[in-house]
C-alpha cells in the first residue's frame, strides 16, 4: 500500500517549547514531504480532544516547571490512550521537560510533585545542579540497527545541548537512550541519557534535537510508517551532507567541553 499521509500529534506547543523544540516538528515535516508524504501536524492544547490511535507520531518539547505543571492535570487524562498505544508501537519523541512528564512523576525541587504518565519507568527529583551545555551520547548500544542503517550510516552519536535541573532515574523495563561522551546526562553523573521503552523516545537533548541528527529523525519517520503501512523499503535517502556536517561540527566543539570525558 502506497504511503500516502503521517500524523503528528503535537502536545503543548504554547505551554512546552523550550530551546525551540518545535524545530524537531518542523524537522519531520519537511523530512516526510521530501519524500512525498503527506503530513497532518495536529496541535493538543489543554482540553482539547484527542484520539490518540490516529496518530503516528507524538511529539513534546521541554518547558519551565511553572509550564510542566500547568500542563500536567491534561496530560494525566490522558494517560490511558497514550499508554495503549504506546504498547501497539507507537512513535513518541519527548524532549527534557516532556520527557520527565511522560515517566512516573517529577519531585520539583520545591518539593512539589507533578504526576507523570509513567510511561517510562522512571522519576525526575529537581536539584540544586543545573545541567548545562553541549551535549554527545553515544547510541550505538541502544540502537545498533540505526547506527548501521542506510539512515544512520556510519553516525552513532546524538548531538544537542541540556539544560535541567531534573535528575532522572530510570528503573525497571526503560532502558537509556544512550552513553554519555560530553555532558551531564540523566542524573548529572556523566553517564547515561535519556530513556527508550518501545518505540517512545524521552532525551534532554535540545538543539533542537532532530536537525543536527537527521539519522534519530528517519529512525522515528521509518518506524511510524512500518507501523501504520506494514513492512516498507527504506525511505529514499536525503543529501544529509550539511546536517551530517553540523553533527560532526558540534562533536567537535563539544570536545572542548569541561565536561567531555570519553
Ligand atoms: N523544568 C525541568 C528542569 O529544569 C525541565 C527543563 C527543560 O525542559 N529544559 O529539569
Known sequence: MPIQKLTIFHLY?????????????????????ERAIDVDLI???RGDKADFKYADIVFMGGGQDRGQKVIAPDLARRTGQI??????GLVCLTICGGFQLFGKYFKTSGG???????????YTVGSDQRCIGNIVIDISETLPSLCHS???GNLKTLVGFENHSGLTYLEGNTKPLGKVLTGYGNTGDKTYEGAVYKNCYGTYLHGPVLPKNPHFADHLIQTAINRRYGSW???KKIDDSIEIAAHKAAIARAKTAKTAHI
Open 150 to 152: 542506510r539512515a544512520g
Open 233 to 235: 523499503a527504506p525511505m
Open 112 to 122: 512539589e510533585i507533578l504526576e507523570g504518565i509513567s510511561i517510562f519507568d522512571a
Open 43 to 45: 496541535e493538543i492544547k
Open 13 to 33: 506547543p504554547d505551554a512546552m517549547n523550550l530551546y525551540g523544540d518545535r524545530g524537531n516538528v518542523i524537522t519531520l515535516v519537511r523530512r516526510m514531504h
Open 83 to 88: 499508554k495503549s498505544e504506546v504498547e501497539k
